[in-house]
């Protein structure tokens, strides 16, 4: 049994989708006017390890996600650069799949471009206008806040405590500060499409509440996102949708919590800022992935290198011991299953899908996981092995590996021991004036991503 804590319920729930074998989910994606921070990979990340777990457990996932290749931040991005938004979004959504590629996300079942539902978007927005929902204001289209009654139940705010806050724009034609905008006028030389209501482009909430209907239907099982789009984004969403369908829109809603940056908020005006595109030239992608699910979904999550590389050490632990159990294989000699050990393997097994099966506890499961290695380690430390125990502990590794989108099989991780080794082949080398071979040695650690420093006490390296 899957439990999902609910935002809209603020517990957790029994999940039980729409139809027996098959989930309906759709995740908030990016804006496509430049590559992706580390705050979008963490959705990413995060409900990409919901739909493998989802997947694991027997369900037909329908994952949708979303780009918005239309608003402001493009068409600033067009005037900037002098080039138009679809070519700035073509790029950018290349460079979206090459940066969440490495981080082994798994291409979603869907991923609807706004331009390409610019119809739906229309007759969604003149079905709220033909039912009172929303009104034409002077080549802008609002929706009506306070003619859906339940709006502020995903916030668990108060139409009347939103009021306080509320305001109208200079340039807004809106009837009540509440209300939002699901169609723009155009503005000169920006880019447009024609409407009832002249030419102009989509407000941003209207998009995701259009393509999620045209490609999952009324009512989905699983709408997810980052914490900061539950309002207004999400609560809008459930306005618009609710009233167009007069159906529940999502019954389940999951929102992964904060990333801050050496425990600072990110954010371009205090330098920290951080590009996936840049980072996984300095970090493995592998790594990073393992330190975002390190944490659970729903905490908030602080980045700094000290913590990737604690994560790195553990990850190196788990690869190392897959790596052995593989290699023993070609060894193995001893007769028969062990039925301790099987019982072992099991009962983890049985651990990691009670930590997963509870709102995804992706931090847990790694205990479990780290549980299994230190088994492994003493099982391994045996004369002889046997393949059939052997072939047990690297089935479960495997499960866990595609479950967390976690890669085993990649290259060797060189271990501090190693690495240790070739520094003082390399001290050698250097002494006997071969220095060819030093700077062979220390080019090949830098491919591997590890430094040397030369310091008074003598060569040190740390993982750059």
């Known amino acids: 049994m899957v439990l999902i804590f609910n ?11 729409i139809e027996a074998d098959r989930v309906k989910m759709y995740v908030c994606g990016p804006t496509v006017y430049n590559y992706i921070h580390i705050g979008n990979a963490r959705p990413a990340i995060a409900f990409d390890t919901v739909r493998r777990y989802l997947e694991y457990k ?23 650069l002098k080039e138009e938004v679809p070519v700035i979004a073509n790029r950018f959504i290349e460079a979206f799949f090459e940066d969440t590629g490495a981080l082994n996300v798994k291409k979603a079942t869907h991923h609807p471009r706004v331009m390409d539902h610019m119809d739906d978007i229309i007759e969604f927005i003149q079905v709220l206008v033909d039912k009172g929902h929303a009104y034409a204001s ?3 289209v609002y929706f009506k806040t306070r003619s859906f009654g339940e709006y502020g139940k995903l916030s668990h705010q108060s139409v009347d405590d939103l009021k306080v806050g509320a305001r109208i724009e200079s340039g807004e034609k809106k009837q009540d500060p509440l209300d939002f905008v699901l169609w723009k006028q155009a503005k ?21 509440s259009v393509m999620a209907r045209r490609h999952l239907g009324d009512t989905i099982d699983i709408h997810a996102g980052g914490q900061d789009l539950t309002f207004p984004h999400h609560e809008n969403e459930i306005a618009q949708s609710e009233c167009m369908t007069d159906s529940t829109f999502a019954n389940y809603w999951m929102h992964n919590g904060y990333i801050n940056i050496d425990n600072e908020k990110m954010s371009k005006s205090l330098g920290n800022f951080i590009l996936v595109h840049d980072i996984i030239k300095e970090i493995n992608p592998n790594v990073l992935r393992f330190f975002m699910i390190s944490v659970h979904y729903r905490s908030p999550i602080n980045y700094n290198r000290e913590l990737v590389e604690a994560a790195e050490t553990s990850l190196r632990r788990i690869q190392s ?30 651990l990691f899908e009670s930590h997963m099966d509870d709102d995804f506890n ?5 205990t479990a996981w780290h549980d299994l290695t230190t088994e492994l380690n003493k099982y391994l430390r045996r004369t002889t092995t046997s393949a059939e125990v052997l072939n047990h502990f690297i ?23 190693e690495i240790e080794a070739l520094i003082e082949e390399r001290n050698e080398a250097r002494a006997n004036r071969n220095f060819s071979r030093a700077d062979e040695i220390r080019d090949d650690l830098k491919d591997k991503g590890i430094v040397l420093e030369d310091t008074k006490e003598g060569v040190r390296f740390r993982r750059g």
């Open 362 to 366: 992706t931090a847990n499961a790694i």
């Open 138 to 140: 002077d080549g802008d």
């Open 7 to 17: 935002s809209l319920t603020r517990q957790k729930e029994r999940f039980e989708p």
């Open 321 to 350: 011991s897959y790596r052995q159990a593989k290699e023993r294989l070609d060894t193995a000699v001893g007769d028969g299953d062990d039925e301790v050990l099987d019982q072992i393997v099991a009962d983890n097994l049985e």
């Open 58 to 80: 027997g369900y037909q996932v329908d994952y949708v996600s979303n780009f918005t290749d239309v608003d402001d931040k493009l068409i600033k991005a067009s005037i900037e």
């Open 188 to 208: 000169p030389d920006e880019i447009k499409w024609a409407s009832p209501w002249g030419e102009g482009r989509p407000g941003w909430h209207i998009e995701c």
């Open 395 to 417: 089935k479960a590794f495997d499960i866990y590996s595609d479950v967390l989108g976690v890669d085993l099989t990649e290259a060797e991780v060189l271990l501090d021991e």
